[in-house]
């Protein structure tokens, strides 16, 4: 709301001032000061800076986040220390469905890959947009696939494992990951040739306000009866990053 | 300083007093006058030209086609480094004047050469691995874990985030190499060079 | 800045619109000229501001991915990755010159996969392959430009045929400097094997592009 000689007039000289005429342009002027300061009476020359916006929040450990007025991040990681052995491992004997067969439903978190959000409500299209960025070690152990197999004709037939991003348990098939089956081919310190680091982002173009689980999921496959090509799956150090772009 | 009301209320047939103009506007223009905040000012109002550079975010980067600045990293040195001692990995060294959740993202590829490696399955013991690391004051944040030698050429990625306090502040990203040689003439002669790489920060300031 | 500046009526003075009027023409004034001296520190709330002042998310042509399908490469020259009849493209976007604290930040992932050697390779023919981001400035279509600083080549020495499956994945982040045009910018992504050709399969591809203003 403008103050201008419309909105808030000057006091006409010899004419009687009533009270009212005091109590208007107070009134107007209060009702500007009252939010209705708009666009119009903002300076249009580059004048905000950090000092008039409020500070960022910073949570720690167990539920990492950022909470601040442009953006709100969640972090997720787990570092080895040492000799320490944070690994998350998942078993093929437990492991259902087989390659192929596979749906959402079929996939669980990864512990330390995986938050629960909040997204603050949303004044104006009622969604923001929410990026997650992720990497991680992995790899497969005590598998008998041999090295002599025709891997290939077989790209499809001995994948051991699949990673991908969920939001609240839709998975986001383009941020798919596979993991091959070791063979047999070398001892046991050419098995790291078989480990992988992987990584994966996607872009979520629109979550609405209020609670969601995010996380990065795993699969292990089931193996065909009598054949172990695969034991049991590792993930090791893995960093999951989640943001929220509010403005 | 949220809503603001005068307190001097005039009416018909007040005895007239200047105070009530007087001390009524001394309270609104000292409203106007630095203590306007959300509730003074309207919604949506606030556009990116009113907005200083740098009030939000801050975003260095530093990246290297493969050539000249490639990062030679010799097999005989076992510790974390940060580079070859003529070109680092990749290093922001940055100030900030406020706090700031501090988002690091790196990715490259790295090439084995040398030592007459690798050169035959005969040799599957001397498998031989890199890992990267990426730092925010020396605080690890990420890592690209292991990336064995029998892998000629590599890539990888990694991203972390850290909140830091108003001050200087170092992003670097470290190299350790694992060799299993047959002997230490072996060790030395054994090359992981790291190429092309990105390293990119995105300090979030508010 | 914008100070308002009261005039003064004490007891005594001698009653005239004058002054009055003084105050309110310093309101008039400066009421439209609010910056950071009439705003307090941490003043500002999220809903003051107008959306997207800070970042500009991509919209639904600046982000693209492949939930499904695949694209088998064997070119020893850069190819567009295109999988089940979508370019793996973003863009347009805009770049403005003349804000200089706006940046573009580009960030992709996809991953790879075959077999194993075929037989009789050595660790000098043995495939290398090539990916990167590449740009435009004319149109979805190309002409590309690769980004040398986000090559990434991956690719086994000397290892037997059909001993170890081939795969693993990629990911990007770039800071996207600012160049002469200010529209018309394309992303996309390409592979190739310039040693000798030599089947990938590419699939499971994101790429979005966040323009952060302030």
Redesign the interface.
């Known amino acids: 709301m403008?103050?201008?000689?419309t909105t808030?007039?000057?006091?006409?000289?010899g004419t009687i001032?009533?009270?009212?005429d005091?109590?208007n342009?107070?009134d107007t002027?209060?009702q500007?000061?009252?939010?209705?300061?708009?666009?119009?009476?903002?300076?249009?020359?580059?004048?905000?800076?950090?000092?008039?916006?409020?500070?960022?929040e910073?949570y720690g450990a167990p539920s990492r986040r950022?909470v601040?007025?442009?953006?709100h991040?969640w972090?997720r990681?787990s570092?080895p220390e040492g000799s320490s052995t944070d690994f998350v491992v998942r078993h093929e004997d437990f492991a259902n469905p087989a390659f192929g067969s596979e749906s959402d439903s079929d996939f669980s978190a990864i512990r330390d890959a995986a938050a629960t959000i909040h997204v603050p409500p949303i004044?104006?299209?009622g969604t923001?947009?929410m990026?997650i960025?992720?990497?991680w070690?992995t790899y497969n152990s005590e598998g008998t696939l041999s090295?002599?197999?025709?891997?290939?004709?077989?790209?499809t037939d001995?994948i051991a494992a699949a990673f991908r991003i969920f939001v609240d348990d839709t998975g986001?098939?383009?941020?798919?990951?596979?993991?091959?089956?070791t063979?047999s081919?070398?001892?046991e310190?050419?098995e790291?040739?078989?480990?992988?680091?992987?990584?994966?982002?996607?872009?979520i173009?629109s979550i609405s306000g209020g609670p969601h689980s995010v996380a990065l999921k795993m699969l292990v496959f089931k193996t065909p009866a009598g054949v172990r090509d695969w034991k049991h799956v590792w993930v090791?150090?893995r960093?999951f990053?989640v943001?929220i772009?509010?403005? | 300083m949220a809503h603001k009301f005068y307190q001097r209320y005039v009416q018909e047939g007040d005895i007239t007093d200047p105070r009530d103009w007087t001390l009524n506007q001394q309270d609104l223009i000292e409203e106007f006058n630095g203590r306007l905040d959300r509730d003074n000012i309207d919604q949506s109002v606030v556009t990116t030209t009113m907005i200083k550079g740098n009030a939000f975010s801050i975003i260095r980067n530093v990246d290297h086609a493969e050539g000249a600045a490639d990062v030679a990293l010799e097999g005989g040195t076992i510790a974390w480094r940060s580079g070859d001692g003529t070109n680092t990995l990749g290093r922001i060294e940055v100030d900030l004047s406020s706090a700031a959740l501090v988002w690091v993202w790196w990715s490259g590829y790295w090439e084995w050469t040398g030592g007459g490696f690798p050169s035959s399955i005969s040799s599957i013991s001397s498998v031989n691995t890199v890992r990267f690391r990426l730092t925010i004051d020396g605080i690890e944040v990420s890592r690209i874990h292991k990336s064995p030698g029998y892998r000629l050429f590599d890539c990888g990625f990694c991203v972390g985030s850290l909140a830091v306090d108003p001050g200087p502040h170092v992003i670097e990203v470290q190299a350790k190499m694992f060799i299993q040689p047959t002997n230490a003439a072996v060790q030395t002669a054994i090359f992981c060079t790291v190429k092309a790489r990105d390293l990119v920060m995105w300090a979030r300031r508010q | 800045m914008a100070r308002i500046t009261l005039q003064d009526i004490s007891i005594g003075d001698a009653i005239s619109s004058a002054e009055t009027n003084t105050t309110l023409q310093s309101w008039r004034d400066q009421s439209i000229n609010v910056d950071n001296e009439n705003v307090r520190s941490e003043g500002l709330h999220r809903r003051n501001f107008a959306a997207n002042a800070v970042v500009t998310p991509p919209n639904s042509n600046q982000y693209v991915s492949a939930p499904l399908g695949s694209m088998s490469i064997n070119s020893a020259t850069p190819v567009l990755v295109d999988i089940a009849g979508t370019p793996q493209v973003i863009g347009p976007f805009s770049f403005d010159l003349t804000d200089t604290n706006a940046e573009l930040l580009v960030f992709g992932s996809l991953q790879y996969r075959n077999g194993s050697h075929p037989v009789g390779v050595t660790s000098t023919s043995a495939g290398v392959w090539n990916m990167r981001l590449c740009y435009s400035t004319t149109a979805s279509t190309g002409p590309w430009t690769g980004i040398d600083e986000t090559l990434r080549k991956t690719g086994f020495g000397f290892v037997p045929p059909n001993t170890i499956y081939r795969h693993g994945s990629i990911s990007w982040a770039h800071r996207f400097g600012p160049i002469a045009t200010t529209s018309s910018l394309y992303f996309g992504i390409q592979v190739w094997e310039p040693r000798a050709a030599r089947l990938i399969k590419i699939e499971y591809t994101t790429l979005h592009a966040i323009y952060v203003q302030r």
């Open positions: 403008p103050l201008n000689t808030l007039p000057d006091f006409m000289t001032v009533q009270a009212s005091i109590r342009r107070l002027i209060q500007f000061l009252n939010g209705q300061i708009g666009s119009s009476e903002l300076s249009g020359t580059s004048w905000v800076d950090h000092t008039h916006v409020i500070s960022p910073f950022t601040s007025t442009s953006f991040a972090h990681r570092i004044d104006t299209g923001v947009g990026a960025w992720c990497n070690y090295a002599a197999t025709d891997l290939e004709s077989n790209l001995h986001y098939t383009e941020s798919t990951r596979y993991l091959h089956a063979t081919w070398g001892d310190a050419a790291r040739i078989h480990r992988k680091d992987m990584s994966t982002c996607v872009w173009p090791g150090p960093f990053e943001e772009f509010l403005l």
